[in-house]
């Protein structure tokens, strides 16, 4: 079955600090795996995409990593700001067909002063 | 260039009550995506059309819920009749092809009573 999990469900840190949220997935074959930002109250919004071919990307003080073998991706906030506040979202792209994306459920991120 | 627009933003019905939420996608934007979100979840795919017709409405409860692109620009869901556990963030999002990335719309927040 095709599944993105996601850990942790929250997650709370203090402002300057960094922080890496997991993603593991059982999607295949998959084409391309994105990182989605979620602010409350809001539509998700792209931070990354990577093709399996490739290993990191970065986006500023985000930074996604994939290991395709072992399928699993992590995203790193480096320097934390009050703003980082949000849900993150691992979305596997399911390619046996039309491209279907799957979703995981999110990592609550909290930042405090 | 504009984002994804969506109507209304919040809406409160009774059970057994219909509802109709609107989406303007991108201008271009060939392939538009209705998700239901709910609270602490990931969205869940309802319904996919590229232009105006249907790509995936496999999780759509169609007893309940239709949708439609006439023109393979904006786009209509309805639920009709509403349950309790319809209660969700319904999120519309397009994109200019199916495998490019999803732009998200802020979502219609539905609370059934």
């Known amino acids: 079955k095709n599944q993105v999990e996601q850990s942790p469900q929250s997650l709370i840190i203090l402002e300057g600090k960094n922080c890496t949220l997991q993603c593991n997935y059982t999607v295949s074959p998959f084409s391309n795996l994105r990182w989605y930002k979620q602010d409350t109250g809001r539509g998700p919004v792209s931070l990354t995409i990577m093709t399996f071919s490739e290993n990191t990307k970065s986006n500023g003080r985000y930074t996604a990593t994939l290991d395709a073998d072992t399928k699993q991706s992590s995203l790193h906030i480096t320097a934390s700001q009050l703003s980082d506040s949000a849900s993150y979202i691992c979305?596997?792209?399911?390619?046996?067909?039309?491209?279907?994306?799957?979703f995981g459920a999110g990592t609550r991120l909290a930042v405090h002063p | 260039e504009a984002g994804v627009a969506q109507s209304p933003r919040y809406k409160i019905i009774e059970k057994r009550q219909s509802v109709a939420f609107w989406c303007n996608p991108i201008?271009?934007?060939?392939?538009l995506y209705w998700y239901q979100q709910i609270l602490g979840q990931g969205p869940k795919l309802l319904i996919q059309f590229q232009n105006n017709g249907v790509v995936d409405d496999s999780q759509l409860p169609k007893d309940r819920f239709s949708a439609e692109r006439l023109k393979g620009v904006d786009s209509t869901l309805k639920i009709q009749p509403a349950k309790l556990e319809d209660s969700a963030v319904y999120l519309c999002?397009?994109?200019?092809?199916?495998?490019?990335?999803?732009?998200f719309g802020p979502g219609t927040r539905l609370l059934v009573l």
């Open positions: 979305v596997v792209t399911f390619s046996g067909g039309y491209n279907k994306l799957i």
């Open positions: 201008s271009g934007h060939a392939t």
């Open positions: 999002a397009s994109s200019r092809r199916q495998s490019e990335t999803q732009y």
